[in-house]
């Protein structure tokens, strides 16, 4: 699978594992992040799709109210208000993209990745300790 045959000293053996240290290293660092990342994109996106489906509710509702009042201060404050739901409701819409279940998918997908890569790493520096021991 690699070239170890080319390598003909222990101590290119051992800047190679140097290397691979840094790498696994590098990558066990960046898979807790992204595994942090994945767990906080899991609840978040549960919490939005709540907390839109509450505003959502709530917008409904109160036109229900508007559209049986007369015109009015109540009336305008009520429009206001839905004014400012649907605003709520824009905002979370857009979190939900960058937080929700997509979001959430992509991160698993950077995660496996990750491990696919550490698990790479590791044959690589198995192979490499296995070639030094032959010299």
Not at 12 to 30: G, I, M
Request: with cysteine.
């Amino acid at each position: 699978m690699y070239s170890l045959d080319r390598i003909s000293t222990t101590t290119d053996c051992d800047v190679l594992l140097t290397w691979a240290a840094k790498e696994k290293s590098d990558l066990l660092y960046k898979q807790y992040s992204i595994d942090r990342a994945t767990d906080n994109y899991s609840q978040t996106s549960v919490e939005i799709e709540a907390i839109l489906q509450g505003v959502i509710g709530e917008i409904n509702a109160t036109s229900t109210v508007v559209e049986t009042l007369p015109p009015g201060p109540t009336k305008e404050d009520l429009l206001k208000k839905i004014t400012r739901l649907q605003y709520k409701k824009f905002v979370l819409e857009n979190r939900k993209e960058s937080y929700g279940s997509v979001a959430l998918v992509e991160k698993e997908l950077d995660l496996e990745r990750i491990n696919k890569e550490i698990t790479e790493v590791d044959i690589f520096i198995a192979s490499v300790t296995a070639h030094k021991a032959t010299l």
